[in-house]
């Protein structure tokens, strides 16, 4: 068991585990009225936002990481919406705060699982996808929150998505990488 700013969590075989860059996230957001989480994992960033008010929507590709997430939501006694998507696919309504720890890392794995950390040559594969759709499911004066590492080129990624306006919220280096959280509102 792992406790982290009073969430409880179970690690699950096969699903992403709590790490430096979730505790940053933890510690970095705002969670709205009204929150999804794409890619949920263990559940610990939607439990925080849930354990403190917010009404949340959790989702994740994995449905192990669904099942993994739903018994630490029950084992927190916090309710969540618990939704199997490929980022937006089954999402429907606007919230205020969307919430993303997304594959970061550059690299061109075929390895099982590699998804929860394979962001892709440029290691905005997956950041992409988010970013072109986060917006249509914000509600007005909503933000969303991302994980990004300085192994990839992220002035390249704010000069592509000028449609939002990005501000850095913190940040984390251990071993050979600094990883940031930023807020980003459309513009």
């Known amino acids: 068991m792992l406790n982290y700013r009073g969430v409880t969590i179970k690690p699950c075989a096969g699903v992403y ?24 994992g263990t559940g610990i960033i939607s439990i925080y936002c849930a ?21 630490n939501a029950e084992l927190n006694g916090v309710k969540i ?13 606007k919230y205020d705060t969307i919430i993303f720890n997304p594959p970061y890392l550059p690299t061109d ?5 590699s998804e ?7 290691g905005f594969r997956v ?9 249509k499911f914000l509600e007005k004066n909503g933000e969303v929150y991302l994980i990004l590492s300085d192994l ?5 990624l704010i000069a592509e998505f000028k449609n939002y306006n990005f501000n850095k919220l913190g940040e984390n280096t251990f071993e050979s990488e600094r990883i940031i959280v930023f807020s980003a509102r459309p513009a």
């Open 17 to 40: 585990q709590p790490a430096e860059d979730s505790f940053l996230m933890v510690d970095a957001i705002k969670c709205g009225k009204n929150v999804l989480e794409i890619g949920t």
């Open 51 to 71: 354990s403190n008010g917010s009404k949340c929507t959790a989702t994740d590709i994995s449905e192990k990481a669904l099942e993994c997430a739903r018994f």
């Open 81 to 93: 919406e618990f939704i199997h998507s490929n980022l937006f696919l089954n999402i429907r309504g």
């Open 109 to 113: 794995d075929n390895i099982e699982e």
């Open 116 to 122: 929860q950390w394979d962001g892709g040559p440029d």
């Open 127 to 135: 950041t992409r996808q988010f970013l072109k759709c986060a917006w």
């Open 152 to 156: 990839t080129d992220i002035n390249s």
